[in-house]
């Protein structure tokens, strides 16, 4: 998800609390906003929306185990990695006592800390290198040891991040896309996640081109009002010049470019804004979508279902009006859709 902030309840909308089963499961509303006609259908006819020539691009990144349970100054803490830095430090949020299973806004702040300090992980711990001046959970942290064995440790004692609507325990193959390669995401990009081999090999055969680049969705709540509305956080993403070259060469010859998920769609309208056209590379963005947003590059968008009362909806206001969106919610919820990252899909085409 990465650029919304999750509520714990969703009005009108419920959330899903568990995987679906198989994409056999998996609900796919089409909201068309040439004609506002909302088409209700399973996952499966996903390539029936297809037209040929369209591209296709998936955010390829796989979901770390970014949950970790420790102490520091005393008290028991969770620390969630938010962004990975070039030297391979880390920024990260820090959560007081209680664990996923308590509403993420209703949790204790966690201790305030200072450069210097230690956090306890585990066989992990964490040194902090600094605090932002405006969110006291919010530091920058040197993790021991560091390398390979960092690596081994995160998968060892991590877990992934997980909010109160879900009923158990997740295990980190359930928050990845099917094909997932970096691990680079600390929360899901979930748009992908119902997207298996088989899906993939439809859209094919339906005239898709499939094509991929890595963009690390963060985290999208944090505990803190004030944190929480400065979210998304610049983000970092690699565009490959094959997916580049792809999606510039649709654009001109006047096929659609379809994004799979908002954190895909960051990533590409990120880097056409900040460079001026695409271009391959490693970046950030700190781009935040909304009904002001001037489209440039993506034309239609494969997202999850969503209520008004979550932030994600203002997302998905760069690509539908509101009321037909709300119209959305609401034939969603007499069909029975789940919604947020384990729930069913839409189509804003």
Not at 172 to 196: I, M, N
Not at 237 to 251: C, F, G, N, S
Request: glycine share 10%; with cysteine; aromatic share 6%.
């Amino acid at each position: 998800m990465g650029a919304a902030r999750k509520l714990e309840a969703t009005p009108g909308l419920r959330a899903a609390s568990a995987p679906r089963r198989g994409v056999g499961h998996q609900r796919l509303l089409h909201i068309d906003t040439a004609t506002g006609a909302l088409e209700d259908g399973a996952f499966d006819a996903l390539s029936d929306h297809v037209r040929p020539g369209d591209v296709w691009v998936l955010n390829d990144a796989a979901t770390l185990p970014a949950s970790l349970r420790g102490t520091a100054a005393g008290r028991a803490v969770e620390l969630r990695l938010l962004s990975e830095r070039a030297d391979g430090s880390w920024w990260a949020v820090l959560f007081g006592e209680g664990s996923w299973r308590d509403d993420t806004d209703r949790r204790p702040a966690p201790p305030v800390l200072a450069p210097g300090d230690r956090i306890a992980l585990g066989e992990l711990s964490a040194t902090v290198r600094a605090v932002d001046p405006r969110a006291a959970r919010l530091v920058h942290v040197d993790f021991e040891p560091g390398g390979d064995a960092f690596w081994r440790l995160l998968y060892a004692g991590g877990r992934p991040v997980q909010y109160s609507y879900v009923a158990r325990d997740l295990e980190l193959a359930e928050v990845q896309t099917p094909y997932a390669g970096r691990p680079w995401s600390v929360e899901p990009p979930s748009a992908g996640r119902p997207l298996s081999t088989g899906a993939l090999s439809a859209l094919r055969r339906a005239g898709a081109q499939i094509v991929t680049l890595t963009h690390a969705a963060g985290l999208s709540a944090t505990g803190d009002p004030a944190l929480d509305a400065r979210l998304p956080l610049p983000e970092r993403y690699e565009l490959p010049e094959a997916t580049a070259r792809a999606v510039a060469r649709a654009r001109r010859e006047g096929r659609r470019v379809v994004a799979v998920g908002t954190s895909t769609t960051r990533a590409l309208e990120g880097n056409a804004r900040d460079l001026g056209a695409l271009r391959p590379g490693v970046f950030e963005t700190d781009l935040v979508l909304g009904p002001r947003t001037r489209r440039a590059v993506v034309d239609a968008l494969l997202t999850g279902a969503h209520d008004p009362a979550s932030s994600h909806f203002q997302l998905l206001c760069a690509f539908a009006p509101a009321a037909l969106l709300d119209a959305a919610v609401r034939r969603s919820a007499e069909l029975g859709y789940l919604g947020h990252e384990l729930g069913d899909s839409w189509l804003v085409t």
